[in-house]
Protein backbone atom coordinates (compact mmCIF):
# COMPACT_ATOMS: atom_id res chain seq x y z
CA UNK A 1 0.00 0.00 0.00
CA UNK A 2 3.01 2.39 0.01
CA UNK A 3 2.08 5.48 -1.92
CA UNK A 4 -1.46 4.78 -1.45
CA UNK A 5 -3.40 7.74 0.36
CA UNK A 6 -6.22 5.70 2.93
CA UNK A 7 -8.49 7.86 4.45
CA UNK A 8 -10.47 5.52 7.47
CA UNK A 9 -13.34 7.31 9.72
CA UNK A 10 -13.69 6.58 13.10
CA UNK A 11 -9.62 5.22 13.82
CA UNK A 12 -9.72 6.66 17.38
CA UNK A 13 -11.35 3.54 18.59
CA UNK A 14 -12.67 -0.58 18.26
CA UNK A 15 -12.63 -1.59 14.77
CA UNK A 16 -11.14 1.92 13.13
CA UNK A 17 -8.10 2.52 15.33
CA UNK A 18 -6.82 -1.87 14.33
CA UNK A 19 -7.71 -1.08 10.76
CA UNK A 20 -6.04 2.26 10.57
CA UNK A 21 -2.74 0.70 12.50
CA UNK A 22 -3.34 -2.32 9.58
CA UNK A 23 -3.00 0.15 6.88
CA UNK A 24 -0.30 2.16 8.28
CA UNK A 25 1.63 -1.02 8.95
CA UNK A 26 0.91 -1.72 4.97
CA UNK A 27 2.90 1.28 4.32
CA UNK A 28 -0.18 3.24 3.19
CA UNK A 29 -0.83 6.84 3.79
CA UNK A 30 -3.45 7.36 6.25
CA UNK A 31 -5.80 10.24 6.72
CA UNK A 32 -8.03 9.65 9.61
CA UNK A 33 -11.38 11.44 10.15
CA UNK A 34 -11.97 11.79 13.64
CA UNK A 35 -14.44 13.99 15.31
CA UNK A 36 -12.63 14.52 18.55
CA UNK A 37 -9.01 16.04 17.29
CA UNK A 38 -7.37 15.89 20.95
CA UNK A 39 -8.41 11.84 20.64
CA UNK A 40 -6.93 12.00 16.78
CA UNK A 41 -3.79 12.89 18.16
CA UNK A 42 -3.55 10.74 20.38
CA UNK A 43 -4.28 7.71 17.86
CA UNK A 44 -1.84 9.48 15.38
CA UNK A 45 0.68 9.21 17.61
CA UNK A 46 0.00 5.25 19.17
CA UNK A 47 -0.10 4.48 15.09
CA UNK A 48 3.34 6.07 14.42
CA UNK A 49 4.55 4.68 17.75
CA UNK A 50 3.18 1.08 16.04
CA UNK A 51 4.17 1.16 12.73
CA UNK A 52 6.52 4.20 12.14
CA UNK A 53 4.47 5.57 9.72
CA UNK A 54 2.54 8.67 11.19
CA UNK A 55 -1.03 9.39 9.77
CA UNK A 56 -1.52 13.19 8.38
CA UNK A 57 -2.84 15.59 10.30
CA UNK A 58 -6.50 16.45 9.16
CA UNK A 59 -9.25 18.80 10.29
CA UNK A 60 -12.36 17.59 12.56
CA UNK A 61 -14.60 15.12 11.22
CA UNK A 62 -18.09 15.08 12.68
CA UNK A 63 -20.47 12.69 10.86
CA UNK A 64 -23.29 14.39 12.70
CA UNK A 65 -23.15 17.51 11.14
CA UNK A 66 -23.34 18.35 7.42
CA UNK A 67 -21.31 21.84 8.21
CA UNK A 68 -18.26 19.43 9.64
CA UNK A 69 -18.41 17.12 6.72
CA UNK A 70 -18.18 20.01 4.04
CA UNK A 71 -15.41 21.56 5.99
CA UNK A 72 -13.65 18.41 6.25
CA UNK A 73 -14.32 17.59 2.45
CA UNK A 74 -13.27 21.01 1.33
CA UNK A 75 -9.84 20.73 3.31
CA UNK A 76 -8.88 17.52 2.17
CA UNK A 77 -9.81 18.09 -1.59
CA UNK A 78 -7.49 21.47 -1.35
CA UNK A 79 -4.64 19.21 -0.17
CA UNK A 80 -5.37 15.88 -1.69
CA UNK A 81 -6.13 15.82 -5.57
CA UNK A 82 -6.59 12.25 -5.15
CA UNK A 83 -7.72 9.05 -2.66
CA UNK A 84 -7.01 5.43 -3.42
CA UNK A 85 -8.99 4.09 -0.42
CA UNK A 86 -12.36 5.61 1.49
CA UNK A 87 -12.95 3.21 4.65
CA UNK A 88 -16.09 4.52 6.21
CA UNK A 89 -16.04 2.66 9.40
CA UNK A 90 -17.02 5.52 12.07
CA UNK A 91 -20.82 4.58 13.56
CA UNK A 92 -22.92 4.45 16.37
CA UNK A 93 -25.82 2.61 18.76
CA UNK A 94 -28.25 4.90 20.79
CA UNK A 95 -30.61 2.96 22.61
CA UNK A 96 -32.95 6.68 22.74
CA UNK A 97 -33.72 8.90 19.61
CA UNK A 98 -31.06 11.96 19.58
CA UNK A 99 -31.62 14.29 16.65
CA UNK A 100 -28.48 16.16 15.15
CA UNK A 101 -27.96 19.80 14.24
CA UNK A 102 -29.22 18.97 10.98
CA UNK A 103 -32.57 17.76 12.51
CA UNK A 104 -31.80 14.19 11.52
CA UNK A 105 -31.96 10.87 13.58
CA UNK A 106 -28.34 10.79 14.97
CA UNK A 107 -27.81 7.04 13.60
CA UNK A 108 -29.61 7.29 10.56
CA UNK A 109 -27.39 10.70 9.77
CA UNK A 110 -23.64 8.61 11.34
CA UNK A 111 -23.60 5.47 10.13
CA UNK A 112 -25.20 6.52 6.55
CA UNK A 113 -26.16 9.99 5.24
CA UNK A 114 -23.27 11.72 6.92
CA UNK A 115 -21.39 8.53 5.14
CA UNK A 116 -22.63 9.48 1.84
CA UNK A 117 -22.43 12.92 1.88
CA UNK A 118 -18.83 12.52 2.66
CA UNK A 119 -18.01 9.69 -0.22
CA UNK A 120 -20.14 12.04 -2.72
CA UNK A 121 -17.86 15.07 -1.63
CA UNK A 122 -14.82 12.95 -2.24
CA UNK A 123 -15.51 11.30 -5.57
CA UNK A 124 -13.58 13.35 -7.57
CA UNK A 125 -10.68 12.82 -5.75
CA UNK A 126 -11.62 9.06 -5.30
CA UNK A 127 -11.77 8.92 -9.59
CA UNK A 128 -8.61 10.30 -9.99
CA UNK A 129 -7.21 7.85 -7.75
CA UNK A 130 -8.97 4.91 -9.60
CA UNK A 131 -8.48 2.20 -9.88
CA UNK A 132 -9.77 3.39 -5.95
CA UNK A 133 -12.37 1.70 -3.63
CA UNK A 134 -14.44 2.86 -1.14
CA UNK A 135 -15.19 0.27 2.00
CA UNK A 136 -18.40 0.45 4.27
CA UNK A 137 -18.65 -0.99 7.00
CA UNK A 138 -21.85 -2.70 7.53
CA UNK A 139 -23.27 -5.23 9.74
CA UNK A 140 -25.19 -8.68 10.07
CA UNK A 141 -27.87 -5.83 11.90
CA UNK A 142 -28.67 -5.09 8.89
CA UNK A 143 -31.00 -8.37 8.39
CA UNK A 144 -34.57 -8.50 8.97
CA UNK A 145 -34.60 -4.58 8.46
CA UNK A 146 -36.56 -2.89 5.51
CA UNK A 147 -36.18 1.16 5.28
CA UNK A 148 -39.54 2.85 6.01
CA UNK A 149 -39.68 5.86 3.43
CA UNK A 150 -42.14 7.21 5.28
CA UNK A 151 -40.24 7.32 8.77
CA UNK A 152 -36.76 7.56 7.41
CA UNK A 153 -36.11 9.89 10.61
CA UNK A 154 -37.52 7.27 13.40
CA UNK A 155 -40.34 9.64 14.65
CA UNK A 156 -42.88 7.18 15.03
CA UNK A 157 -42.29 4.28 17.69
CA UNK A 158 -38.67 4.66 17.60
CA UNK A 159 -36.37 1.57 18.70
CA UNK A 160 -32.82 1.66 19.28
CA UNK A 161 -32.05 -1.73 17.89
CA UNK A 162 -34.74 -1.26 14.51
CA UNK A 163 -33.01 2.25 13.46
CA UNK A 164 -29.45 1.05 13.97
CA UNK A 165 -29.69 -2.01 11.69
CA UNK A 166 -32.18 -0.10 9.00
CA UNK A 167 -28.88 2.10 8.81
CA UNK A 168 -26.81 -0.52 8.30
CA UNK A 169 -29.03 -1.79 5.43
CA UNK A 170 -28.99 1.70 4.39
CA UNK A 171 -25.23 1.43 3.83
CA UNK A 172 -25.67 -1.46 1.89
CA UNK A 173 -28.13 -0.26 -0.11
CA UNK A 174 -26.15 2.69 -0.94
CA UNK A 175 -23.18 0.31 -1.79
CA UNK A 176 -25.59 -0.82 -4.57
CA UNK A 177 -26.41 1.84 -6.41
CA UNK A 178 -23.47 3.78 -5.73
CA UNK A 179 -21.86 0.45 -7.84
CA UNK A 180 -24.03 0.97 -10.46
CA UNK A 181 -23.20 4.75 -10.85
CA UNK A 182 -19.51 3.74 -10.76
CA UNK A 183 -19.47 1.52 -13.53
CA UNK A 184 -16.55 1.92 -15.72
CA UNK A 185 -15.04 4.55 -13.37
CA UNK A 186 -12.35 2.25 -11.80
CA UNK A 187 -14.02 3.13 -8.44
CA UNK A 188 -15.38 0.21 -6.61
CA UNK A 189 -17.33 0.48 -3.60
CA UNK A 190 -18.29 -2.63 -0.92
CA UNK A 191 -19.72 -3.64 2.54
CA UNK A 192 -18.96 -5.57 4.95
CA UNK A 193 -19.69 -7.32 8.43
CA UNK A 194 -17.00 -6.69 10.88
CA UNK A 195 -18.33 -9.44 13.33
CA UNK A 196 -19.24 -8.80 16.63
CA UNK A 197 -16.01 -7.24 18.21
CA UNK A 198 -15.16 -6.12 21.52
CA UNK A 199 -15.14 -2.16 21.18
CA UNK A 200 -16.66 0.75 22.61
CA UNK A 201 -19.90 0.70 20.15
CA UNK A 202 -23.19 1.47 21.90
CA UNK A 203 -21.38 1.26 25.43
CA UNK A 204 -23.71 2.82 28.14
CA UNK A 205 -26.28 2.29 25.86
CA UNK A 206 -26.95 -1.37 26.69
CA UNK A 207 -27.90 -2.59 30.12
CA UNK A 208 -24.84 -3.38 32.40
CA UNK A 209 -24.59 -6.75 32.50
CA UNK A 210 -24.22 -6.41 28.36
CA UNK A 211 -20.79 -5.23 29.33
CA UNK A 212 -19.58 -8.97 30.81
CA UNK A 213 -20.66 -10.01 27.71
CA UNK A 214 -18.91 -8.27 25.77
CA UNK A 215 -15.95 -9.27 27.56
CA UNK A 216 -16.15 -12.94 25.26
CA UNK A 217 -16.23 -11.07 21.93
CA UNK A 218 -13.17 -11.35 19.77
CA UNK A 219 -11.03 -7.97 19.68
CA UNK A 220 -10.47 -5.32 17.71
CA UNK A 221 -7.60 -7.12 15.48
CA UNK A 222 -9.68 -9.17 14.62
CA UNK A 223 -12.28 -7.03 13.66
CA UNK A 224 -10.18 -5.34 11.08
CA UNK A 225 -9.82 -8.02 9.42
CA UNK A 226 -12.47 -8.10 6.79
CA UNK A 227 -11.68 -4.15 6.23
CA UNK A 228 -8.43 -4.39 5.74
CA UNK A 229 -8.99 -7.68 3.27
CA UNK A 230 -11.86 -5.74 1.27
CA UNK A 231 -9.54 -2.27 1.60
CA UNK A 232 -6.45 -3.89 -0.08
CA UNK A 233 -6.84 -7.33 -1.80
CA UNK A 234 -5.38 -7.83 -4.66
CA UNK A 235 -7.95 -10.63 -5.68
CA UNK A 236 -10.85 -7.93 -5.15
CA UNK A 237 -9.57 -5.66 -8.32
CA UNK A 238 -12.78 -4.54 -9.68
CA UNK A 239 -15.27 -6.23 -7.29
CA UNK A 240 -17.74 -4.20 -6.70
CA UNK A 241 -21.35 -4.00 -4.67
CA UNK A 242 -20.85 -7.09 -3.39
CA UNK A 243 -21.13 -7.96 0.58
CA UNK A 244 -18.41 -9.21 2.83
CA UNK A 245 -17.89 -11.23 5.80
CA UNK A 246 -15.45 -13.16 7.17
CA UNK A 247 -12.89 -12.32 4.65
CA UNK A 248 -15.30 -13.73 2.24
CA UNK A 249 -18.25 -12.60 -0.43
CA UNK A 250 -21.39 -13.68 1.52
CA UNK A 251 -24.57 -13.09 0.55
CA UNK A 252 -26.51 -9.66 2.26
CA UNK A 253 -29.99 -9.38 3.14
CA UNK A 254 -33.15 -9.71 0.36
CA UNK A 255 -34.24 -6.50 2.06
CA UNK A 256 -30.65 -5.07 0.96
CA UNK A 257 -31.20 -6.07 -2.73
CA UNK A 258 -33.95 -4.96 -3.52
CA UNK A 259 -33.23 -2.06 -6.22
CA UNK A 260 -35.69 -0.40 -6.03
CA UNK A 261 -35.60 0.62 -2.55
CA UNK A 262 -32.17 1.32 -3.36
CA UNK A 263 -32.93 4.15 -6.18
CA UNK A 264 -35.43 5.48 -3.64
CA UNK A 265 -32.82 5.82 -1.00
CA UNK A 266 -30.25 7.43 -3.31
CA UNK A 267 -33.02 9.79 -4.78
CA UNK A 268 -34.04 11.21 -0.73
CA UNK A 269 -30.80 11.27 0.14
CA UNK A 270 -29.94 13.32 -2.75
CA UNK A 271 -32.29 15.39 -1.48
CA UNK A 272 -31.57 15.06 2.62
CA UNK A 273 -27.89 15.71 2.28
CA UNK A 274 -28.90 19.12 0.16
CA UNK A 275 -26.56 17.42 -2.89
CA UNK A 276 -29.49 17.91 -5.75
CA UNK A 277 -28.73 21.03 -7.72
CA UNK A 278 -30.98 23.83 -7.78
CA UNK A 279 -32.06 26.18 -11.14
CA UNK A 280 -28.95 28.33 -10.42
CA UNK A 281 -26.94 25.40 -9.98
CA UNK A 282 -26.00 25.47 -6.89
CA UNK A 283 -26.25 22.34 -4.46
CA UNK A 284 -28.95 23.50 -1.37
CA UNK A 285 -27.75 23.78 1.92
CA UNK A 286 -28.83 20.69 3.50
CA UNK A 287 -31.70 18.86 5.31
CA UNK A 288 -33.57 21.18 6.78
CA UNK A 289 -33.80 23.39 3.19
CA UNK A 290 -34.76 20.44 1.29
CA UNK A 291 -37.60 18.99 3.97
CA UNK A 292 -36.95 16.63 6.54
CA UNK A 293 -39.34 13.74 5.00
CA UNK A 294 -39.29 11.71 1.89
CA UNK A 295 -41.36 10.04 -0.53
N1 LIG B 1 -18.37 -3.94 17.29
C1 LIG B 1 -19.14 -4.75 16.61
O1 LIG B 1 -19.45 -5.88 17.05
C2 LIG B 1 -19.69 -4.35 15.27
C3 LIG B 1 -20.48 -5.26 14.56
C4 LIG B 1 -20.97 -4.90 13.31
C5 LIG B 1 -20.65 -3.65 12.79
N2 LIG B 1 -19.89 -2.78 13.51
C6 LIG B 1 -19.59 -1.47 12.90
O2 LIG B 1 -18.20 -1.24 12.98
C7 LIG B 1 -17.95 0.17 12.91
C8 LIG B 1 -16.92 0.56 13.95
O3 LIG B 1 -17.52 0.44 15.22
P1 LIG B 1 -16.75 -0.11 16.52
O4 LIG B 1 -17.44 -1.37 16.91
O5 LIG B 1 -15.29 -0.11 16.30
O6 LIG B 1 -17.22 1.00 17.58
P2 LIG B 1 -16.41 2.07 18.45
O7 LIG B 1 -15.30 1.43 19.21
O8 LIG B 1 -17.46 2.77 19.26
O9 LIG B 1 -15.81 3.05 17.35
C9 LIG B 1 -16.66 3.92 16.65
C10 LIG B 1 -15.82 5.02 16.01
O10 LIG B 1 -16.73 5.90 15.33
C11 LIG B 1 -16.45 7.23 15.75
N3 LIG B 1 -17.63 8.09 15.70
C12 LIG B 1 -18.78 8.00 16.40
N4 LIG B 1 -19.58 9.02 16.12
C13 LIG B 1 -18.94 9.80 15.20
C14 LIG B 1 -19.25 11.01 14.53
N5 LIG B 1 -20.39 11.68 14.77
N6 LIG B 1 -18.36 11.51 13.65
C15 LIG B 1 -17.19 10.88 13.42
N7 LIG B 1 -16.82 9.75 14.05
C16 LIG B 1 -17.69 9.21 14.93
C17 LIG B 1 -15.98 7.06 17.20
O11 LIG B 1 -15.31 8.25 17.61
P3 LIG B 1 -15.11 8.58 19.18
O12 LIG B 1 -13.88 7.84 19.61
O13 LIG B 1 -14.92 10.06 19.18
O14 LIG B 1 -16.35 8.13 19.89
C18 LIG B 1 -15.07 5.86 17.04
O15 LIG B 1 -13.83 6.23 16.51
C19 LIG B 1 -19.32 0.85 13.08
O16 LIG B 1 -19.80 1.27 11.83
C20 LIG B 1 -20.19 -0.27 13.62
O17 LIG B 1 -21.55 -0.09 13.31
C21 LIG B 1 -19.40 -3.10 14.74
Known amino acids: MAGRLVLVTGATSGIGAATAVGLAGMGATLALGVRDLK????????????????????????????????????????????????????????????????????????????????????????????????VNVSSEAHRGSSIDFEDLQGERGYSGYRTYGRSKLAQILFTHELARHLQGTGVTVNALHPGVIRTNLGKGEYPRAFDAVRLFFKGPVRGARTSLYVATAPALEGVTGKYFKNEREATSSPASNDDAAARRLWEASLDLAGLRATPSGEARGGARSSGRTSG
Open 39 to 134: KGDAARKEIARETGNPPLEMPALDLASFRSIRSFAEAFNARHPRLDVLVNNAGIYTRDRHVTEDGLEAQFQVNYLGPFLLTMLLMKALKAGAPSRI
